[in-house]
Protein backbone atom coordinates (compact mmCIF):
# COMPACT_ATOMS: atom_id res chain seq x y z
CA UNK A 1 0.00 0.00 0.00
CA UNK A 2 2.02 3.29 -1.20
CA UNK A 3 1.60 5.98 1.56
CA UNK A 4 2.90 9.15 0.79
CA UNK A 5 3.68 11.88 3.95
CA UNK A 6 4.56 15.51 4.02
CA UNK A 7 6.18 17.37 6.56
CA UNK A 8 7.71 20.51 7.19
CA UNK A 9 5.29 23.37 6.39
CA UNK A 10 4.87 26.18 8.26
CA UNK A 11 5.16 29.98 9.09
CA UNK A 12 7.63 32.00 7.18
CA UNK A 13 8.42 35.72 6.16
CA UNK A 14 8.47 37.15 3.22
CA UNK A 15 12.05 36.37 1.63
CA UNK A 16 12.82 33.19 3.76
CA UNK A 17 13.24 29.91 2.85
CA UNK A 18 11.81 26.76 4.35
CA UNK A 19 12.46 23.36 3.39
CA UNK A 20 9.27 20.81 3.37
CA UNK A 21 9.93 16.75 2.88
CA UNK A 22 7.81 13.93 1.40
CA UNK A 23 8.62 10.64 3.00
CA UNK A 24 7.55 7.40 1.09
CA UNK A 25 6.45 3.32 1.19
CA UNK A 26 5.32 0.62 0.01
CA UNK A 27 7.12 1.36 -3.19
CA UNK A 28 10.25 0.73 -4.59
CA UNK A 29 11.21 4.36 -3.95
CA UNK A 30 14.41 4.59 -6.20
CA UNK A 31 12.11 3.57 -9.52
CA UNK A 32 9.31 6.75 -9.19
CA UNK A 33 9.04 10.01 -10.02
CA UNK A 34 8.16 12.35 -7.25
CA UNK A 35 5.96 15.44 -8.22
CA UNK A 36 5.22 18.40 -6.08
CA UNK A 37 2.04 19.94 -6.05
CA UNK A 38 0.20 22.94 -4.52
CA UNK A 39 -2.91 24.19 -3.80
CA UNK A 40 -3.71 27.92 -2.65
CA UNK A 41 -7.10 28.41 -0.86
CA UNK A 42 -9.70 29.01 -3.26
CA UNK A 43 -7.82 27.91 -6.55
CA UNK A 44 -7.20 24.90 -8.51
CA UNK A 45 -4.06 22.81 -7.78
CA UNK A 46 -1.03 23.49 -9.52
CA UNK A 47 2.04 21.59 -10.47
CA UNK A 48 5.09 22.95 -8.49
CA UNK A 49 8.30 20.58 -9.34
CA UNK A 50 9.23 17.20 -10.14
CA UNK A 51 12.15 15.01 -9.59
CA UNK A 52 12.74 11.99 -11.97
CA UNK A 53 14.12 8.14 -10.92
CA UNK A 54 17.20 9.54 -13.04
CA UNK A 55 17.26 12.92 -11.18
CA UNK A 56 16.40 15.01 -13.02
CA UNK A 57 13.89 18.14 -12.74
CA UNK A 58 11.40 20.02 -13.99
CA UNK A 59 9.85 23.33 -12.48
CA UNK A 60 7.25 25.57 -12.87
CA UNK A 61 8.03 29.11 -13.62
CA UNK A 62 6.90 30.60 -10.58
CA UNK A 63 9.37 28.69 -8.67
CA UNK A 64 12.13 28.36 -10.44
CA UNK A 65 15.42 29.75 -9.36
CA UNK A 66 14.01 29.76 -6.05
CA UNK A 67 13.15 26.32 -5.34
CA UNK A 68 15.15 22.84 -5.58
CA UNK A 69 13.53 19.58 -5.36
CA UNK A 70 15.79 16.84 -4.73
CA UNK A 71 15.68 13.10 -3.27
CA UNK A 72 17.67 10.89 -1.02
CA UNK A 73 16.51 7.22 -1.59
CA UNK A 74 18.35 5.59 1.04
CA UNK A 75 15.35 7.25 3.25
CA UNK A 76 12.79 7.35 0.73
CA UNK A 77 12.42 10.97 0.90
CA UNK A 78 11.91 13.77 -1.49
CA UNK A 79 12.86 17.25 -0.29
CA UNK A 80 11.59 20.69 -2.04
CA UNK A 81 13.66 23.27 -0.51
CA UNK A 82 11.85 27.04 -0.86
CA UNK A 83 14.19 30.03 -0.82
CA UNK A 84 12.98 33.61 -1.20
CA UNK A 85 9.45 32.52 -0.47
CA UNK A 86 6.72 34.83 -1.32
CA UNK A 87 3.19 35.45 0.02
CA UNK A 88 1.56 34.05 -3.20
CA UNK A 89 3.71 30.76 -2.40
CA UNK A 90 1.24 30.41 0.12
CA UNK A 91 -0.67 26.98 -0.12
CA UNK A 92 -0.97 23.30 1.07
CA UNK A 93 1.90 21.53 -0.48
CA UNK A 94 1.39 18.16 -1.81
CA UNK A 95 3.60 15.02 -3.15
CA UNK A 96 2.84 12.45 -5.48
CA UNK A 97 3.76 9.22 -7.16
CA UNK A 98 1.67 7.66 -10.24
CA UNK A 99 1.88 4.05 -8.84
CA UNK A 100 0.00 1.62 -11.23
CA UNK A 101 -1.43 4.27 -13.81
CA UNK A 102 -2.89 5.97 -10.66
CA UNK A 103 -1.51 9.32 -9.02
CA UNK A 104 -1.43 8.88 -5.17
CA UNK A 105 -1.13 12.18 -2.99
CA UNK A 106 -0.36 12.78 0.60
CA UNK A 107 -2.31 14.50 2.80
CA UNK A 108 -0.67 17.65 2.30
CA UNK A 109 1.74 20.42 4.23
CA UNK A 110 0.79 23.93 5.10
CA UNK A 111 3.25 26.37 3.76
CA UNK A 112 2.32 30.18 5.15
CA UNK A 113 4.37 32.99 4.15
CA UNK A 114 3.46 36.44 5.57
CA UNK A 115 4.66 39.16 7.20
Known amino acids: QVQLVESGGGLVQPGGSLRIRCVASGITFKLYSIAWHRQALGKQREFVAR???????NYADSVKDRFTVSRNNAYNTVFLQMNNLKPEDTAVYYCSVNFRQSLRWGRGTQVTVSS
Open 51 to 57: IHSNGST
